[in-house]
């Protein structure tokens, strides 16, 4: 797995959007515009039945190609799942887990997010671990209750190799979809404490190097402010990767920030 730091990653998470011609179209125009973008780690993150296609598209780019979810087990009678050698096979490097839809849609857990975590690193994929608070729990203050929970229990028993391994998504879920944004300020008040959580689980090295990426309505023109904050390592982009011109905007936008930050 790479060493992924002094670039911001920006992943475009597409959710259940794109069919596969329609994400084989999306992806070309990523991939033209892509050569100018190498200040970035570019993700792009299809539907299951797209990956095989998407990274064909992508092979010799410098973009990669993610998952949205898989199962723990290498195979076996799990209908309707897909396993983490299918997804290396497919040409993923990264997936993601415990996206808050699939916590609240799909029953996800912190123990099952746990067990997503260990079997991806098993296998090499990189995960992008999603971890947010709901509105309620904002306005309740239990923000940080809350993310120390889901990192306390999301990545328990592991090492601090594997940990190393692992990236953070912060999504504030009251900001996913609904255009609402958290605030630099708000977003980087949230980063900051999940850094000083990993400093304090496995010291200071880890905890500096931690890349936590922010996600939650993130559009080219919120991108500059909120990547420019300290401990803001990237993006993970809903709505605003459906459409290349928007991905790239927020790539360049991040690419500013980057060299601009405090
Ligand atoms: P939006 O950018 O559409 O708010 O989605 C964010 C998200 O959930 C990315 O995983």
Known sequence: MKKLHGKPIIAGNWKMHKTNSEALELVQEIRNAAGELKETELVVIPPFPALSEVKKILQNSPVEVGAQNMYWEEEGAYTGEVSPPMLKDAGCTY????????????GETNQTVNKKIKAALDHSLTPIVCIGETKKEREEEKTNQKIKTQLSEGFTNMTQEEIQQ????????????????????QAQEVHHFIREQSKEAYGKEIGDYAIILYGGSVKPKNAYPLVKEPDI??????????KCESFIQIAKESIKAYKDKK
């Open 95 to 106: 997936v993601v887990i415990g996206h808050s839809e699939r916590r609240e849609y799909f």
């Open 166 to 185: 692992v990236i953070i998504a912060y999504e504030p879920i009251w900001a996913i979809g609904t255009g609402l944004t958290a605030t630099p300020d």
């Open 233 to 242: 390592n990237g993006a993970l982009i809903g709505g605003a990767s459906l």
